[in-house]
């Protein structure tokens, strides 16, 4: 996991603060960001392996961020963090080209490995691109 | 909006909120743990201690976010009028949200889970406020520490519907007698009958036999 850069998008600042850092203990580099906006904006200029997103936002919902990254950064891959009950939103999310999903509260152990597949998925579909 | 739906939206709402409550305490007792574990026994002679402590709230949180989980599936029941739905899962859930009676009562509720699922058409909201209904009624009198069996029935009252048979156990048989004699059992058979179904009891067998018509 030495390296990998993750975008952290929820609008629960305490949460994504905390796991930001207890990612950063395992040396996952984390950036966040508290809405979909500033998800976006940020994405101009840092380019990160992996994006962690929130489906339920105040603004732009995750589901909107989501369509947006996709279209914009088709290589990016991302894990959505749902809630409760709300499987069948992690379901659309993944027939709308999201990696993989997460309900809220999360294992944290569950999530690196879920970010680590994610990365092993993107660097064999850029190692398969560049053949 | 029906009063029921509003109940409802605003449940799964809060169940949602409280989701997002339950994650940070995850997570801010998580990022704790990792900082004992970083450290010594010397630099930190409560390290054990804290970090059992730490165990607990992890413990609480996975039980909050059950209730969470089964309350906001709860909360979206009202939305629809009938369901197709198996009767297994309707009594589990049912016996998951009478955990708070199970414990004031000191009885057990247990589901006979049947070995093919058992698909009653029914509104959702009534079939679990009279199965409830029925466990509010017994837990009360029967002997604490002993357990509610609940088990799903096919056909038996020669009818499209359905029933689930409610084994209670009441040691003594002059009790039950009473208590099926009771103005309380006369209120709930009339509750049964006011929404379309029916509730006897079965001489001798300490059970109740609840139907739903489809």
């Given at each position: 996991m030495n390296g990998w850069k993750v975008l952290l998008v929820d609008d629960e600042k305490d949460f994504a603060l905390t796991l930001a850092e207890r990612l950063g203990m395992r040396r996952i580099q984390v950036s966040t960001a508290f809405s979909g906006e500033e998800a976006l904006n940020l994405l101009e200029t840092y380019q990160p392996d992996v994006m962690v997103l929130d489906l339920?936002?105040?603004?732009?919902?995750g589901s909107a961020v989501l369509g947006r990254v996709k279209n914009l950064y088709p290589n990016l891959p991302i894990i959505l963090l749902t809630g409760l009950s709300s499987t069948a939103e992690g379901v659309s999310g993944i027939s709308q080209g999201a990696f993989d999903f997460l309900i809220k509260p999360l294992q944290i152990e569950e999530l690196i490995e879920k970010i680590g597949l994610a990365v092993k998925r993107r660097s064999s579909v850029e190692a398969d691109r560049g053949k | 909006m029906k009063d029921t739906l509003f109940i409802g939206k605003i449940t799964a709402a809060m169940t949602h909120e409280m989701k997002n409550v339950l994650a940070i305490i995850r997570e801010s007792a998580g990022l704790a743990e990792d900082l004992l574990a970083m450290s010594d026994e010397s630099a930190f002679p409560y390290k054990d201690k804290f970090l059992k402590i730490m165990g607990k709230i992890e413990n609480q949180v996975i039980r909050g976010s059950e209730i969470m989980a089964q309350l906001n599936e709860f909360s979206?029941?009202?939305?629809?009028e009938r369901q197709s739905e198996d009767l297994n899962l309707v009594l589990n859930q049912v016996i998951f949200l009478s955990k708070k009676l199970s414990r004031l009562n000191a009885v057990d509720f247990f589901v006979e889970q049947t070995d093919t699922p058992i698909t009653l058409n029914s509104n959702p909201l009534t079939t679990r406020m009279l199965i409830y209904r029925t466990l509010e009624f017994l837990a009360p009198v029967i002997d604490k520490g002993s357990e509610i069996r609940l088990k799903a029935l096919g056909?038996?009252?020669?009818?499209?519907g359905f029933s689930v048979t409610i084994i209670a156990p009441v040691s003594n048989s002059f009790l039950l007698e009473k208590i099926l004699a009771g103005p309380e059992w006369n209120a709930l058979e009339n509750e049964f009958r006011n929404n379309g179904a029916s509730i006897g009891s079965s001489a001798g067998k300490n059970s109740l036999i609840v139907h739903f018509p489809q």
């Open positions: 339920m936002m105040p603004g732009m919902s | 979206h029941i009202p939305e629809v056909h038996t009252m020669g009818d499209d």
